[in-house]
């Protein structure tokens, strides 16, 4: 695990001035089914966005809240990254987004039995979201409604 030591001091000091919040309690429900027979889709924070979509808002004050969807039938290798932060090196997720949206991944376990089936769609967030009134009031319920839509019973969160 790293430390803020190596962040630049201008990161370092809105990570200490940032007011965090705290959910409490925290959201949770438990898997209707196991792994094996149930619907599985992938949220990512990684700002991935599919050929011909709009790119994520990097000047957005307090980050772009909006998200994309993703269908099933992405091909992962196009996706391009769109994330602000600059606290991270973006060189792993540019040359294989799996490392942030594992769906080649997901494929492969629907495949083998080890998950029910594949979403028909996933959801994208840009993370490093500094004001996330609108995210948490609009959008995150937005796509949680998508994702009950299609009668998902497991989202696995690939936060970046």
């Known amino acids: 695990m790293g430390d803020l030591g190596e962040f630049s001091l201008a990161v370092r000091l809105f990570l200490r001035a940032y007011r965090w ?11 209707r089914r196991p792994a094996r027979e149930a619907r ?11 050929p011909g979509q709009e790119p994520f808002d990097l ?4 980050g772009d809240p909006s998200f994309r969807v993703l269908p099933a039938d992405v091909e992962v290798a196009r996706l391009e990254e769109h994330h602000r932060s600059d606290t991270f090196d973006h060189v792993g997720i540019q040359s294989d987004p799996n490392l942030a949206f594992p769906l080649d991944r997901l494929h492969e376990l629907a495949s083998d039995g080890l998950v029910g089936e594949v979403a028909p ?15 948490t009031r609009e959008t995150a319920p937005a796509a949680a409604d ?10 696995v969160l ?3």
């Open 158 to 160: 690939v936060p970046v």
């Open 21 to 31: 919040r705290r959910l409490d309690p925290v959201p949770w429900a438990q898997p």
């Open 146 to 155: 998508l994702l009950v839509e299609d009668e998902v019973d497991l989202a």
């Open 121 to 135: 769609r996933h959801v994208s967030f840009m993370g490093s979201i500094t004001a996330p009134g609108r995210l």
């Open 40 to 50: 599985v889709a992938l949220v990512t924070s990684a700002g991935l966005v599919a």
């Open 59 to 62: 000047d957005y004050r307090g």
